[in-house]
């Protein structure tokens, strides 16, 4: 069975960085393209980030220039590099993938909380 375990989030002021992690298990992530995801209360969850076998990374308007979605395949890791956070930002996030990026063929993880406030 294929698992994702979300870390790296916090409580962070406005302008601070955190960087989260997405542990794979029961599967080769290098196959598949692998994408960051957050949900804000209230709110859908919705597409941040990410990134194809060959590296081809894609972005969500309002993180483009700030957030990093990077892999390392002989960890089995994703991670997202997040820089400038703004309130805004507060979510839990999530990662998953598929074939084909935005892609999420797998259940979710527990996510990790990101809170961004003064």
């Known amino acids: 069975q294929v698992q994702f375990v979300e870390s790296g989030g916090g409580l962070v002021q406005p302008g601070g960085s955190l960087r989260l992690s997405c542990a794979a298990s029961g599967t080769i992530i290098s196959i598949y393209a692998m994408g960051w995801y957050r949900q804000a209360p209230g709110k859908q969850r919705e597409l941040v980030a990410t990134i194809t076998r060959h590296i081809i990374t894609n972005y969500a308007d309002s993180v483009k220039d700030r957030f990093t979605i990077s892999r390392d395949n002989a960890k089995n890791t994703v991670y997202l590099q997040m820089n400038s956070l703004k309130p805004e930002d507060t979510a839990v996030y999530y990662c998953?993938?598929?074939?084909?990026?935005?892609?999420?063929?797998?259940?979710w993880g527990q996510g990790t909380q990101v809170t961004v406030s003064s």
């Open positions: 998953n993938g598929g074939l084909t990026a935005g892609a999420t063929v797998f259940d």
